[in-house]
């Protein structure tokens, strides 16, 4: 059968929450499985990296789905600053009444509890060099939708869905331990704009401007 009627791509919809949080969690470490590192809550990397999205800008949210279910997404935020302010005032409050912040020393946090760290201080990086990318995006998608050109089918979808909402650029952040995801974005026509080294290898981010 042919790929476009094995997979579809549509707007997500509340019920995709639960799936897409499972795509997060099953691409979560640096695009790899990480559920063995969330036993204590599966769902705190699709709480940071996912729900706001469905939540905040449900018209910029894709998913792909085929006869198992959903098995990928792309995620957008058109204008970075007003989105994370409605996080810090939407999204993030009844998380952190959930989950204190975490106390003791950092290497003794399980990987749940880094994630509630950032609930109570967002890495909500945006520095001026970003202006030119006001939006920015997430796309994951589970193996067996890998390697089919849907990547790059739903990066462009998304972008033109930004473009004609006004937007002239859009960023993203990346591990740097995931080559392969930098090839794709390369490929795709981004640019490197900023590396950030830290412990667990570090964050690059990545910018492609919009056509008018
Ligand atoms: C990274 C990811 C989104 C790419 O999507 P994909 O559907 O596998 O990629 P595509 O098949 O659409 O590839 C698109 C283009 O990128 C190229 N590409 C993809 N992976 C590549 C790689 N590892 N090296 C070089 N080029 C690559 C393809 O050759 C293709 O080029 P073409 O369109 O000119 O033929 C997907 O593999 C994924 O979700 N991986 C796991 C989660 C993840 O890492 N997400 C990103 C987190 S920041």
Redesign the pocket.
């Known amino acids: 059968m042919a790929d476009h009627e094995t997979f579809r791509l549509r707007r997500a919809r509340p019920g995709d929450r639960d799936a897409c949080y499972r795509v997060c969690l099953l691409?979560g470490d640096?695009?790899?499985d990480a559920s063995a590192l969330f036993p204590d809550d599966p769902d705190a990397l699709g709480n940071l990296f996912v729900g706001p999205y469905l939540a905040l800008e449900p018209e910029l949210a894709f998913v792909l789905e085929d006869d198992e279910g959903v098995c990928?997404y792309v995620l957008g935020a058109l204008d970075t600053p007003t989105f994370y302010r409605r996080m810090e005032e939407e999204w993030l409050p009844p998380l952190r009444a959930r989950h204190p912040r975490p106390v003791g020393p950092r290497e003794q946090w399980t990987e749940a509890q880094k994630i509630y760290h950032e609930f109570h201080e967002p890495d909500f990086h945006f520095p001026p060099a970003f202006a030119p990318y006001p939006s920015h995006l997430?796309?994951?998608?589970?193996?067996r939708?890998?390697?089919?050109?849907?990547?790059?089918?739903?990066?462009e979808h998304l972008m033109r869905e930004l473009a004609a909402r006004g937007s002239p650029g859009v960023h993203?952040?990346?591990?740097a331990r995931?080559?392969?995801?930098w090839?794709?974005?390369?490929?795709?026509g981004f640019e490197e704009l900023e590396r950030i080294t830290t412990d667990d290898g570090g964050v690059i981010y990545m910018g492609r401007r919009l056509p008018v």
């Not at 997430?138 to 193996?143: F, G, R, S, T, V």
């Not at 939708?145 to 990066?155: I, N, P, S, T, V």
């Not at 995931?178 to 995801?181: C, F, Q």
Request: charged share 30%; proline share 3%.
């Open positions: 691409t640096a695009g790899r990928g997430h796309i994951d998608l589970l193996p939708a890998q390697g089919r050109g849907w990547g790059r089918r739903m990066m993203l952040g990346l591990s995931n080559d392969r995801a090839r794709f974005y390369r490929k795709l």
